[in-house]
């Protein structure tokens, strides 16, 4: 990157108001840790708690370091297969990750192109696309979700990704619908038409950078409610398989051991996942503020 | 008016088929009807028997003719687990549910809008910051966190409170409740806060945002001027017009509520229509997830035609022509 660009972004106003507002900050940097510990997982965990010839069932149920019985080769204990509960919270971190990156990208995709081209069009595509979104919307992303993974017969991370963006696209098209409608009546609509460019050309160069801030408010909220989500599908048993780690599945597990005072296997996952929900909201609120003032509640 | 009204009839009939036409293929393609009719071990005589028997045989619209037949008489089939109707077994579990939800619809909204109004009126008192920080945490907690969390306080650290089931219940006609026994309301307390905790915040943070926009209006500057006594000003005046899209909100939201309750269910073991269908989902018991998906549709649905009327009729500012 050369200098001139960096020096364009340091003095944007966004980065002035990011330095001005601690929680976003607080928030960024809790995001950006999580992000590291997840992809670099399998060097910094202790133990890799999926490799079978790894763990040891003898292992089983170990409290905390610092407590009585606790030892430091698992830092915030095991559960009860014998995997540490902090190495299963970093891979746990990477299906959180992965499944909420990859349905808010491929739910943009399709929301931008099918909006778009409602908005655009209109006529028959648009009331299609819409009553599809209402249809959609009044199921609840949550209520759809659980039922598309009951009736799929396979099973892993690209279903519960697949699931939820069936679920979960509708947000973006209403959103991308509703600005193309009010950029497509402006002077350089027209005049682009006007002067003979092609509609792909107009959507795509005219009214799409226009139409996109409010879309990354809703991907930044929505990235939490499908983080949440994924980790709501595995604790009911009808997310990620039980090969797969994740956060949802650990609190599942560890709700079986409640009453035997092993608290660790729930509220270590637990905050983890929460902080990282919270950091992506602190961020998001910012986000908000910042790229639509008209939005801020 | 009537227009509108016919409209969106037609157009909730509209929705109902299309989700009616998908169970209709989930039931019919995906595992093999005949195979779960006919037992893992028939032979292939049976087999041919059983698609004759329940005509899997006949081509596909007739075939789709006569489960929309039979679903708009109620008829969806026998479980295939216990064998018994599949309408009447999720039925007689929804005075479970519809208990559950009603108690968390009132508690989330007294408290919800309550605490809205409360927050609204010193936006930066000590108290209204640790409000809003709360409903910062009902919206980051995911359900069935928040569930878990309250059992291990209330049932595990302080055993206040019974951690799952439904308790005592009183047979009334063909409703089962456990509003009238004290075990009943104990066992009702934990999954009632659960479930009515993410909207509980989402209702607060609407009733603030919309009371500070309708505080600063002219028309409560009047009232304030005209001496007014501060519960006709907040609750007359400025409180109704901020019900309205409040309420509209929630309605709409309804979908969001059942989906909670499945979840809520699974943690109390609460013996409600959720509980069920998870079951019937890891029993792979077809009848059952396709009645519970068109019963939800038609809930969903029905609510939401109510809340669009019930809009149109509170606020004269919108007519639907």
């Known amino acids: 990157m050369n200098v001139q660009v960096m020096k364009k972004i340091v003095e944007s106003k966004y980065v002035y108001s ?20 997840a992809l670099f997982a399998p060097v910094l965990s202790p133990m890799d708690p999926y490799d079978l010839e790894k763990i040891d069932l003898g292992n089983f149920l170990i409290p905390p370091a610092w407590m009585d019985g606790g030892s ?16 299963t919270i970093l891979y746990g971190l990477r299906t959180s990750l992965f499944v909420g990156f990859s349905v808010v990208v491929i739910s943009t995709i399709i929301g931008i192109v099918l909006g778009m081209l409602a908005g655009y069009y209109g006529g028959i595509l648009d009331s299609f696309v819409m009553r599809m979104a209402d249809t959609v919307f009044a199921f609840s992303t949550t209520l759809l979700a659980v039922l598309l993974l009951g009736v799929f017969e396979s099973r892993g991370l690209w279903t519960v990704v697949l699931a939820i963006c069936i679920a979960d696209w509708v947000k973006y098209a209403r959103t991308i619908r509703g600005s193309v409608l009010e950029i497509r009546d402006n002077a350089y609509v027209v005049a682009a038409k006007a002067s003979g460019a092609k509609d792909f050309r107009i959507l795509f160069r005219h009214i799409l950078p226009n139409a996109l801030p409010p879309i990354f408010v809703v991907l930044a909220v929505d990235l939490a409610v499908v983080i949440m989500l994924e980790a709501t599908l595995s604790f009911l ?17 560890g709700k079986n051991y409640i009453y035997a005072g092993m608290w660790w296997m729930i509220l270590f996952p637990g905050a983890t996942l ?24 | 008016m009537a227009s509108y009204i016919v409209h969106r009839i037609i157009q909730g009939i509209m929705v109902l088929l ?40 006949r081509p596909f619209y007739v075939q789709y003719a006569s489960f929309l037949g039979n679903a708009l008489r109620g008829n969806f089939g026998k479980s295939y ?40 009126l010193k936006p930066n008192g000590a108290l209204s910051r640790i409000i809003m920080a709360g ?127 499945i979840v809520t269910e699974s943690i109390f073991q609460w013996p409600g229509m959720g509980n069920l269908l998870l079951t019937s989902i890891f029993e792979t018991d077809q009848p059952i997830i396709v009645t519970y998906i068109m019963l939800a549709a038609f809930i969903i649905l029905f609510i939401n035609i109510m809340v669009d009327l019930l809009y149109a009729f509170l606020n004269p500012r919108i007519r639907y022509d």
């Open chain 2, 81 to 120: 687990v216990s064998q018994v109707d599949a309408l009447d077994s999720i039925l007689e579990r929804f005075p479970a549910t519809f208990e559950l939800a009603l108690t968390a619809i009132i508690f989330s909204f007294t408290v919800g809008v309550g605490l809205g109004i409360l927050v609204s």
């Open chain 1, 72 to 87: 430091f080769q698992f830092p915030l204990g095991t559960d009860d297969q014998g995997r540490g509960i902090l190495s």
């Open chain 1, 237 to 253: 048993g009808v997310g990620v398989p039980i090969t797969e780690p994740s956060l949802g599945m650990m609190i599942a597990i």
């Open chain 2, 135 to 261: 409903s910062l945490g009902g919206i980051s907690i995911p359900t069935f966190l928040m569930g878990i969390l309250w059992v291990m306080l209330f049932a595990v650290y302080l055993e206040w409170l019974p951690p799952f089931g439904r308790g005592d219940t009183v047979q009334i006609g063909p409703w089962r409740s456990g509003f009238f026994t004290l075990d009943g309301l104990k066992h009702l307390i934990m999954p009632a806060l659960t479930l009515s905790g993410y909207q509980l915040a989402v209702l607060l943070r609407l009733t603030r945002a919309g009371m500070r926009e309708v505080l600063s209006e002219e028309y409560i500057k009047t009232a304030w001027a005209k001496g007014l006594s501060p519960f006709k000003v907040i609750i007359k005046h400025a409180l109704r017009n901020v019900l309205i899209p409040v309420v509209t909100i929630a309605g709409l939201s309804f979908g969001e509520l059942i989906a909670f309750s």
């Open chain 2, 18 to 57: 299309a989700v009616s036409f998908i169970c209709f293929l989930l039931f019919r393609y995906t595992g093999d009807p005949v195979l779960m009719l006919a037992g893992k071990y028939a032979t292939q005589q049976e087999r041919e028997q059983v698609r004759i028997a329940y005509g899997l045989d």
């Open chain 1, 18 to 37: 990011f330095l001005r507002d601690p929680s976003a900050i607080i928030g960024t940097t809790i995001m950006v840790i999580f992000i590291f510990a």
């Open chain 1, 274 to 297: 929460i902080l990282l929900v919270v950091a992506i909201n602190l961020f998001s609120d910012w986000l908000r503020d910042e790229l639509n003032p008209k939005l801020a509640r």
